[in-house]
């Protein structure tokens, strides 16, 4: 609460109220400014856009704009391993009707084969690991770099309405998991598709219908893992948004040491970090359900 100890109408207020008030003040304006977040300038709230899977990847592009001589050959590398890898099973049921018949001469070649495309598969893989690694780390600090000179470019408004823990979370969690997804999507996304495109070709010369029976298995499979692709997103925004409210309250608890101390108030700084992390915690085992 605040209480009046400067006379003439002067009032002190605490924190915790400022922010609640402040809460109130954005909750009680139009749909257009409730998402102020923690993006505040000095003429009040700003704006902030959804972020949707496409804007995702409209950002990623332009993070990676700069490494694109390291992106692209990090997605040659991982399309040349994953066409090794699905051609793999067909040079090795080769090699075993060429047993099965006693064709010495196709056994032959198909011990080649299956041996090149053993060989390939392994140094592109090495290769692979080590391009997507080179990727993420320059990404990870050209972006933190652009993080670090966003946050020193805000108004006056932003920093007061901000706590230096949930700035220093912006740069390491956040920065981490918004990150993260990159270099998965680099080898999950590209080269399933890849898989799929050449896993299909493989199994349409096979046996067509075998392969029109398989795809009646992918739409519900598709429709499951996209519903809980978006419940899942929303639950470890909240996850994280949590673990940032709980370092800000250490941030501030261990920069005001002294003040905490002679205040007694220890123990409301702990049970204040164990309430952020206690919620954060339950977040967490409901998602691994």
């Known amino acids: 609460g605040g209480r009046n100890t400067g006379g003439w109408g002067a009032f002190s207020m605490c924190t915790n109220c400022y922010r609640k008030h402040a809460s109130k003040a954005i909750q009680s304006k139009s749909a257009s400014e409730t998402q102020a977040g923690i993006l505040v300038g000095d003429k009040g709230p700003k704006v902030r856009d959804k972020l949707t899977v496409s804007t995702y990847c409209k950002r990623v592009l332009v ?95 932003f920093y007061d309405n901000a706590m230096t823990g949930q700035l220093t979370s912006r740069l390491t969690n956040d920065l981490s998991q918004a990150t993260f997804p990159i270099p998965t999507m680099v080898n999950s996304l590209l080269a399933n598709t890849v898989m799929l495109v050449v896993g299909t070709f493989v199994c349409v010369t096979t046996s067509w219908r075998l392969t029109l029976l398989s795809f009646t298995f992918l739409s519900p499979v598709a429709y499951i893992t996209g519903t809980y692709t978006r419940w899942a997103s929303t639950i470890q925004a909240s996850q994280w948004t949590y673990i940032s409210d709980a370092q800000g309250c250490a941030t501030q608890a261990l920069g005001n040491v002294r003040t905490v101390r002679s205040h007694c108030a220890s123990d409301i700084e702990l049970e204040a970090y164990a309430g952020h992390m206690q919620k954060s915690m339950k977040i967490g085992i409901k998602n691994a359900w």
């Open 63 to 157: 993070l990676l704009r700069p490494l694109a001589g390291a992106t692209c050959f990090a997605l040659v590398a991982v399309c040349v391993t994953q066409v090794l890898s699905v051609y793999l099973p067909k040079a090795q049921g080769d090699l075993i009707n060429s047993l099965v018949v006693e064709d010495a001469e196709s056994f032959d070649r198909d011990v080649v084969v299956f041996g090149s495309l053993i060989v390939g598969v392994i140094v592109f893989s090495a290769i692979t690991s080590t391009s997507v690694t080179i990727m993420y780390t320059k990404l990870y600090t050209n972006a933190a770099q652009t993080l670090f000179a966003a946050l020193m470019s805000q108004d006056i408004a």
